[in-house]
Each structure stands twice: as C-alpha cells, then as structure tokens.
C-alpha cells in the first residue's frame, strides 16, 4: 500500500465521519460497493478520476477536499 493511497483513505474515512455517513451510505450515494468504499479507506485500493469525482460529489465536496493532507 503506499502513503498516497493511505492517506487519502484516512482523509476519505474523515470526512464521512464528519458528515456521520456510514460506509454503506456514502457507497449508496456513490453509486459504489461498499466493500470498495473499505479497500479505499485501508489504503487498499487506487482509485480512479470517476470513482473520485463520484465520492467528492456524493460528499457534497470538492475533488481538492480529499487531498486536504501533507505526506
């Protein structure tokens, strides 16, 4: 897993908990699986643009959002 993919994971985690959307919320609203909405969150998984666009959008945020963090 590398850090880019970790932290954005954490950062992802910290907004749905800000908004108190469980996992299976934001993936419903994402239009995503929400085993995949997990992977992101471990760092597991490299999302894609669209994948990205979708969980800003279903956040109600900007793409710019989920990469408020410092490696």
Not at 7 to 21: D, M, N, Y
Request: charged share 35%.
């Amino acid at each position: 897993m590398s850090t880019v993919q970790r932290k954005f994971g954490q950062r992802l985690r910290e907004v749905r908990e800000q908004q108190t959307l469980t996992q299976e919320e934001l993936a419903h609203r994402a239009k995503l699986n929400r085993t995949y909405i997990g992977d992101i969150e471990r760092g597991e998984k490299n999302l894609t643009l669209e994948s990205m666009a979708r969980l800003a959008s279903a956040l109600g945020i900007k793409i710019r959002d989920l990469f408020d963090w410092e490696l």
